[in-house]
């Protein structure tokens, strides 16, 4: 099972895509895992393929 870090409120992403570039390196993160957090929001989790990173996103609904 994955470990995901979970996001601080300010920590949000009002666009849902399947790829954005890493934040620590230049390659591309993909969506593998969006979570129904209340009936406002999801958490969007994106993993990088080079250096196995992961970010998580509140995103509305």
Known sequence: ???IPR???TCTRFQ????MSCIKGSD??????IEPQDRS??????QCGGC????SFLKAI
Do not use: G, I, K, W
């Not at 849902?16 to 790829?19: A, E, G, K, P, R």
């Not at 929001?41 to 994106?46: A, E, G, M, P, S």
């Not at 196995?52 to 970010?55: F, R």
């Open 1 to 3: 099972m994955l470990n």
């Open 7 to 9: 996001p601080t409120p």
């Open 16 to 19: 849902t895509t399947t790829n």
């Open 28 to 33: 591309r993160m993909r969506l593998v895992l």
């Open 41 to 46: 929001f999801n958490l969007l989790t994106y």
């Open 52 to 55: 196995a990173s992961d970010e």
